[in-house]
């Protein structure tokens, strides 16, 4: 079975280039949200095992999100790709339960290492 | 598009679509980042990053694009120019004169503050910021911007004045709005980065093979 994956960021073109760059052999079903509320909604219906997260979104960033899914408890993995480097907002992520923290502009082999290194891809 | 609809109407864009407002959007959400970073850093105070606002503008709808310090009494900015790649703007960096204070006190000013203070604490952050988000900008599309001086565009002035003052008379701008905050602070300040309509076309063309 596929590992339900969903991207989220509000924006179409980030989203497509977070897909690009997923590793090629990975068997995941891909959800899309355009902010936090469309996000957490889709982890409620099983569609986020693992969540990659933009912060910086309108309606309910990346924070509130995490913050929710500490709240609520919900069964998923969050990997942070954002345009914040501010440090203070790597420190705020990783102590929101974020497993990692990953710069944009997003590098496909950063991504890929990263999901190795959490055993969520083993390609 | 928030504030298109805060305002209650809906700008027309003829040739600004979706996708390359969309992309536009990304890549200055990128670029500004690096430009938060460094004033995080310069002053110890956590950023609140913006939400780029993108939109293509006649002159007289400016000062819609300024939405953050659009209600502020009286405004301090400064302006700076660039150009490279066929590619030119203006960059506009605008403070409501209340941030000030608080600017002061994070940049550990004690004394009075004078004009003269003001004016370089608005030119030390128009210098990180400006110049981080057009070189942020510029490596993502594989381009290279010269920037001109600094300079200062009025002091306690409203925004009307300062739009008048703003020497460039292009008639319709690509503009690329971003509010900063510091969070727990009292500082308001937008960076407005301003592209010719030619450059339009220019920067179409410098992102094309990124929404293939």
Known sequence: MSLPLLIVDDSSFARKQVIRALPKEWEVEVSQAGNGEEAIALIEQGKGEV???????????????????????????????????????????????AVAFIKKPLEPAVLSQVLRDFGIYSG | MAFTQAKGRILTD??????????????????????????????????????????????????????????????????????????????LLIFNDASFTDMAELTHFKGEITEQIELELLMDIANILIGACLKGLAEQIDVSFSQGQPYLLGQHINIDELLNKNGASWKRLLTIELPYRLEGRAVNCDLLLLFTEDSLNVLRDKVSYLLE
């Not at chain 2, 850093?41 to 659009?70: G, H, T």
């Open chain 2, 14 to 91: 003829e040739v600004l679509d979706e996708e390359l407002r969309d992309c536009f959007q990304e890549l200055s959400n990128v670029a500004v980042g690096r430009a938060a970073d460094l004033l995080a850093r310069l002053l110890n105070n956590f950023v609140i990053m913006p939400i780029p606002v993108v939109n293509l503008l006649e002159r007289s709808e400016l000062s819609m694009a300024l939405s953050s310090v659009q209600d502020a009494q009286s405004v301090s900015a400064v302006c700076q120019g660039f150009t490279g790649s066929k590619i030119a703007g203006e960059a």
């Open chain 1, 51 to 97: 969540v990659l997260l933009d912060l910086t979104m309108p309606v309910m960033d990346g924070f509130a999100v995490l913050e929710e899914i500490r709240a609520k408890d919900l069964p998923a993995i969050v990997i942070v790709i954002s345009g914040d480097i501010q440090p203070e907002a790597e420190a705020r992520v990783m102590k929101l339960g």
